[in-house]
């Protein structure tokens, strides 16, 4: 499955244009390598998505084209989720 799809899917992102330009802006990795929208996702993979100041990491832990919402979440599991500290000043 296409990585955009997975994120849309998966509810980790709502919508799949959103999915697509935050890969295509060099904000994704997975299994450390950055990552197209287009990327081919299989069960077990690790992926971070960088949110502004947040990184979040998750495995796929299986593969459906359409999910309910209490579903959704059993497509991934959180491996971690962190702050991004900035050292510029504002």
């Given at each position: 499955?296409?990585l955009?799809?997975?994120?849309?899917?998966?509810?980790?992102?709502?919508?799949?244009?959103?999915?697509?330009?935050?890969?295509?802006?060099?904000?994704?990795?997975?299994?450390?390598v950055?990552?197209?929208?287009?990327?081919?996702?299989?069960?077990?993979?690790?992926?971070?998505?960088q949110?502004?100041?947040?990184?979040?990491?998750?495995?796929?832990?299986?593969?459906?084209?359409?999910?309910?919402?209490?579903?959704?979440?059993?497509?991934?599991?959180?491996?971690?989720?962190?702050?991004?500290?900035?050292?510029?000043?504002?």
């Amino acid at each position: 499955m296409r990585l955009d799809k997975f994120l849309k899917v998966s509810r980790i992102i709502k919508r799949r244009p959103v999915a697509k330009e935050v890969a295509d802006k060099g904000r994704i990795k997975v299994n450390g390598v950055l990552a197209k929208s287009s990327t081919d996702l299989k069960v077990n993979d690790t992926i971070e998505i960088q949110f502004g100041t947040k990184l979040l990491s998750v495995r796929v832990l299986e593969m459906k084209d359409s999910t309910k919402k209490e579903d959704a979440r059993r497509m991934y599991e959180i491996i971690k989720e962190t702050r991004i500290h900035s050292d510029e000043e504002v």
